[in-house]
């Protein structure tokens, strides 16, 4: 199993897939070890209109349609259905891309897997990284394949996209949690969710709690994704199975509303404590993208975008370092620095997002200052150094922090009309 390769790249989600496409088109060796089998489940379902761009560079948008809901921007509502506010893309603040996809990660997942393939890539599935070492000249990692044949695998670079595994940052102790994020989510599959579809399109759906929150993701014309997000404490102290959990909170309030009849077609899964940054996103003869680089939370559906964002900066940056190699020292640190950039970015607006002025402004939008359509474009995935975004987003938070003292924007209930049983 000794090879030799220019990059070779943990894990074949959409940073992995998306770096292996566009690196094989500019002609590098690359190969992608990936540890399932395509198709799997995976969480993580809304995608945000900036992808839009590289799904053309990738040569897959017309693919991705064939499989996808079109999302044409997103709801968030109250508990107990006092407020909703819908927001759409075209009404963003010079927004380029003014649809997004929902998807079914299984489906979605292969389309850019499969791509990487087709442009040459070599995809290794079920194949395992369990370690990895280092040196001036690339970096050796044995791997284990399904029958448990071991093997090594040697590459001048390499690019980690092994998500929240994060096999580099475990193995260099890098990884950071949020303190302030420690979440819990269980979520499954429902067919028969009613009043999903907004015409042929869609929007994401988020319903708002006191302590919790859920998501509605319609990701095919029948399967809509499910979800409930509240503190880890909270998941703990209910001593309930996810499965119970996930039933107790579906029977509160607007969610009960929202999901009379819907029937569950999948077991339900769960996760936990999945916020977390690595203190360093490059080394000598490595770089992070996606998850593996670090992952926030899942509002604002912004995982999948920053995974295809950083997999094809950094394709980008592998490529001009083989043909260079004294530029990678800048080149890595750019990287670096730009990716910090965007996750702080994120970071405090989703902190914003667990405070409970938020959805008190957030259901308020002004137009004035054009405060909602600049707010509306950084939830599309525009991570751009606008001055015009920014001084916007500036004075949002100040209004936010005002909304804790005075009442700018009228208070609201989060408490449900129907408490869970
Ligand atoms: C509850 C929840 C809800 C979410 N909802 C959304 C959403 O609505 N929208 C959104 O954009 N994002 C969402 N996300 C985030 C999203 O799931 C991730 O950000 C996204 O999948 C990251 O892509 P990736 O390519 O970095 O990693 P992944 O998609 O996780 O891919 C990593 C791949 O690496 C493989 N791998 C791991 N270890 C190894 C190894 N040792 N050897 C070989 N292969 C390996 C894995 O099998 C996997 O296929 C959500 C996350 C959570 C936790």
């Not at 927004?95 to 290794?124: C, I, M, P, T, W």
């Not at 709690?209 to 102290?237: C, L, P, Y």
């Not at 996606?290 to 490529?319: K, N, W, Y």
């Not at 054009?370 to 991570?383: E, R």
Request: glycine share 8%.
């Amino acid at each position: 199993m000794n090879s030799n390769y220019d990059v070779a790249i943990i894990g074949g989600g959409p940073a992995g897939s998306t770096a292996a496409a566009l690196l094989a088109q500019k002609g590098r060796r690359v190969v992608v070890l990936e540890r399932e089998k395509f198709p799997r489940f995976h969480i993580g379902e809304s995608l945000l209109p900036y992808s839009v761009a590289t799904f053309d560079r990738l040569g897959v948008r017309e693919k991705i349609e064939q499989i996808a809901v079109p999302k044409v921007g997103g709801e968030i509502a109250t508990i107990c259905g006092t407020r909703s506010v819908k927001f759409y893309f075209k009404d963003g603040f010079r927004l380029q891309h003014q649809r997004a996809y929902q998807v079914a990660r299984s489906d979605f997942d292969k389309v850019l897997l499969d791509n990487a393939a087709s442009r040459g890539a070599e995809v290794r599935e079920e194949t395992t990284v369990q370690s990895l070492d280092c040196d001036g000249d690339g970096v050796t990692l044995k791997v284990v394949g399904k029958n448990g044949a071991t093997g090594e695998v040697r590459a001048s670079y390499l690019l980690d996209c092994s998500g929240r595994n994060a096999v580099v940052g475990s193995r260099f102790k890098l990884k950071r949690a949020y303190a302030h994020l420690q979440k819990f989510s269980a979520y499954a599959h429902f067919e028969n969710v009613p009043k999903i579809f907004e015409g042929d399109c869609n929007l994401t759906r988020l319903i708002r709690s006191e302590d919790h929150w859920f998501w509605m993701i319609a990701v095919n014309a029948e399967r809509t994704s499910v979800g409930v997000v509240m503190d880890t404490s909270t998941f703990k102290q209910l001593r309930m199975t996810p499965e119970q959990v996930l039933e107790r909170y579906l029977a509160e309030g607007e969610m009960r509303e929202r999901m009379r009849g819907a029937v569950r077609v999948t077991p339900v899964y769960s996760t936990g404590d999945y916020s977390y940054r690595n203190t360093s996103l490059a080394g000598e003869r490595w770089l992070l993208a996606g998850d593996a680089a670090g992952f926030i939370d899942p509002i604002f559906s912004t995982g999948v975008f920053l995974a295809i964002l950083s997999g094809e900066q950094a394709a980008d940056i592998f490529d001009k370092i083989l043909t260079t190699p004294s530029a990678r020292p800048a080149l890595f640190r750019r990287y670096e620095k730009k990716m910090n950039r965007v996750m702080s970015m994120y970071l405090r607006f989703v902190t914003a997002w667990y405070r409970r002025e938020f959805i008190e402004v957030f259901s308020n939008p002004t137009e004035r200052f054009q405060l909602a359509p600049a707010i509306n474009a950084v939830l599309a995935g525009n991570i751009g150094n606008s001055f015009a975004i920014w001084w916007r987003m500036q004075l949002f938070y100040f209004v936010l922090f005002m909304q804790r003292f005075v009442a700018l924007c009228p208070r609201l209930t989060l408490i449900p009309k129907t408490e869970p049983t």
